[in-house]
């Protein structure tokens, strides 16, 4: 099973600030890589997959990166809407898939 | 627009058996690949289980293997999970999702439902 580790646990930051958030697998998952976004009470919501490749809708501010083990989800100016949780997940096309432990991203 | 609306949670005692459903509209739910994904209070996601859009190609965790089973009703547009031998460490909002991919699976969930709560204690 691929582990992955994202960091930091908690980021704080301010509105208009730029935000960067790692994941890293424990093997290589090449591009299969996605990324969430989940606010209180809500359902996660896919903002990223293959790594970079942006799900519908999503805002130009997110943009994903990375490849092997080490993968970035860049905010590049946060909106006061972006403070939420984050999580990685493996996209490899056999299960299981697997989710990192998140990001707390935070007001600062 | 995409709706999954999950039903059958509640509280029950270790042991016992829970069946979810899950109905689903606004999108071909015949073609798609659909998941459910759990989520422990404070804890992140958990992937469960896939059923590709025919029914076929079933996995699950093996944290849920030989205790869950996963099925569709492709002409009443509803994913099912029937959950047995249920344990405290089930205890989790377990989610329904459909899958980016059309006919084959991908992985990554790009529609989700609003959860129902399964609560397993004595």
């Known amino acids: 099973e691929i582990v992955l580790t994202q960091s930091p646990a908690i980021m704080s930051l301010s509105p208009g600030e730029r935000a960067t958030l790692s994941c890293r697998a424990s093997?290589?998952?090449?591009?299969?890589l996605g990324w969430y976004q989940q606010k209180p009470g809500k359902a996660p919501r896919l903002l990223v997959f293959?790594?970079?490749k942006g799900a519908a809708d999503l805002p130009g501010r997110f943009s994903g990166s990375g490849s092997g083990t080490d993968f970035t989800l860049t905010i590049s100016s946060l909106e006061p809407e972006d403070f939420a949780v984050y999580y990685c997940?493996?996209?490899?096309?056999?299960?299981?898939?697997?989710f990192g432990q998140g990001t707390r991203l935070e007001i600062k | 627009q995409v709706q999954l609306v999950e039903s059958g949670g509640g509280v029950v005692q270790p042991g016992t058996s829970l069946r979810l459903s899950c109905a689903a509209s606004?999108?071909?739910?015949?073609?798609?690949?659909m998941h459910w994904v759990r989520q422990a209070p404070g804890k992140g996601p958990e992937w469960v289980a896939v059923?590709?859009?025919?029914?076929?190609?079933?996995f699950y965790a093996d944290s849920v293997k030989g205790r869950f089973t996963i099925s569709r009703d492709n002409p009443k547009n509803t994913l099912y999970l029937q959950m047995s031998s249920l344990r405290p460490e089930d205890t989790a909002v377990y989610y329904c999702?459909?899958?980016?991919?059309?006919?084959?699976?991908?992985?990554?969930?790009?529609?989700w439902g609003q959860g129902t709560l399964v609560t397993v204690t004595s």
């Open positions: 999702a459909k899958d980016l991919y059309f006919y084959d699976y991908s992985g990554y969930s790009v529609d």
């Open positions: 606004g999108f071909y739910f015949s073609t798609s690949a």
């Open positions: 059923i590709r859009y025919d029914g076929s190609n079933i």
């Open positions: 093997q290589s998952v090449g591009t299969s």
């Open positions: 293959d790594a970079s």
């Open positions: 997940q493996q996209g490899t096309n056999r299960p299981p898939w697997t």
